[in-house]
């Protein structure tokens, strides 16, 4: 048995994703765990690893389903892959063309899969921007407070 994985390029959009393994296995599925269990029954038992452009969050679902399932899903920087396209010199752009290039960047790239889960890392990061805020907050109000002495806070005085 070859454990040499498929690469399968996924081109992510808010309510779909098109896919692309072969020429004859290629389509679309709805963006939820319905349409990537759809995904996972076509590859049956072959070893895929998936990839997928960085979409500002619509890949987050798919990540978060990967994970589960421990298939590798490697999310790379869309510059990354436009200036592959280019290197191609394809220039012909649709969704289907999209994920048949995700697919071949991943074949001839074999870019790194994500290792860990991306729920706890985006508490992580909202938390983090939260500490910041209240950070300056704090910062700004004992600025403030500097400036206040009794003379600056008589009535009348603005």
């Known amino acids: ?55 500002g969050g619509y890949e987050q679902s798919l990540a978060d389903f990967c994970l589960q399932q421990g298939t590798p899903l490697s999310i790379v920087h869309p510059g990354r892959v436009r200036h592959f396209i280019k290197g191609k010199g394809q220039r012909a752009k649709n969704d289907n063309i999209d994920a048949q290039m995700l697919a071949l960047f991943g074949t001839e790239n074999k870019p790194l899969p994500i290792n860990r889960p991306l729920a706890q890392q985006r508490e992580l990061r909202q938390l983090s921007r939260r500490r910041e805020q209240l950070c300056d907050h704090r910062q700004s109000f004992a600025c403030q407070s500097r400036g206040l002495s009794p003379q600056n806070t008589a009535p009348g005085r603005t």
């Not at 269990?37 to 590859?43: F, N, Q, T």
């Open 1 to 55: 048995m070859n454990n040499t994985p498929v690469y399968v390029g996924i081109d992510i959009a808010k309510d779909s994703f098109q896919y692309y393994i072969t020429p004859k296995l290629s389509g679309s599925f709805p963006n939820n765990e319905s349409g990537f269990k759809r995904l996972y029954k076509l590859a049956g038992n072959s070893p895929v690893h998936l990839v997928c452009e960085a979409t």
